[in-house]
C-alpha cells in the first residue's frame, strides 16, 4: 500500500481526535459553567462526566487505529500485532457504548426538563454508534486473526 492512503487516514484520525479534544477542553466546561439556568446545568453533569470519561478509551482506540496504520505502511499489517490493536480498538468502542448506555437516564431526565426528546436520540446514537465501531473492529480482527494464521500456514509450508 502506498504511504499516501495511509497518511490521508492518519490526517482524518488526528483531525478527528483534535476536534474531540477542543470539544472536551472548551466546549464541555463551558456548558458546565452556564449560570443561566442552574437546574438544567445540574441535570448537565452526570452527561459531561461520562463525555470526559468516554473520552480516554476514545483517545485510546484513536491511538491503536493509527498504530494499524503504521502496521501497513511497514508492511506487516497480516501480523498478530494488527489483530491485538484491533482488538484494543474494539473493547475501547465496548467501553464508550457502556458509558454511554449507563447514561441514557440521565439523558431521559435532561430531555424530560427542557421537553427536548431530541436528548434521548443523541444519547442512542452514542451508545449505538459506539456499538456499530466495535461490531466492524471484531470483524476486521476475526478476518485479519484468520488471514495470519493462513500466511503462518503458508510459512511453514515452504
Not at 482506540?61 to 490493536?85: H, M, N, P
Request: contains cysteine.
Amino acid at each position: 500500500m502506498k504511504h499516501g492512503s495511509t497518511f490521508l487516514l492518519r490526517l482524518i484520525i488526528l483531525f478527528i481526535g483534535l476536534v474531540i479534544l477542543v470539544l472536551c477542553v472548551l466546549g464541555l466546561p463551558s456548558l458546565a459553567m452556564d449560570k443561566s439556568n442552574p437546574e438544567f446545568t445540574r441535570r448537565l453533569y452526570p452527561i459531561l462526566i461520562t463525555m470526559w470519561i468516554a473520552a480516554v478509551p476514545f483517545f485510546i482506540g484513536l491511538y491503536q487505529g493509527l498504530k494499524v496504520l503504521a502496521y501497513i505502511d511497514k508492511k506487516t499489517a497480516f501480523s498478530e500485532l494488527s489483530v491485538r490493536a484491533l482488538k484494543h480498538v474494539k473493547y475501547c468502542a465496548l467501553i464508550i457504548s457502556t458509558l454511554y448506555f449507563f447514561s441514557l437516564p440521565f439523558f431521559y431526565l435532561l430531555a424530560q426538563h427542557d421537553d427536548a426528546p431530541g436528548l434521548v436520540v443523541i444519547g442512542l446514537v452514542l451508545t449505538f454508534g459506539s456499538i456499530v465501531v466495535a461490531t466492524f473492529a471484531a470483524v476486521l480482527q476475526k478476518l485479519l486473526q484468520e488471514a495470519v494464521a493462513i500466511k503462518s500456514e503458508n510459512d511453514l509450508t515452504v
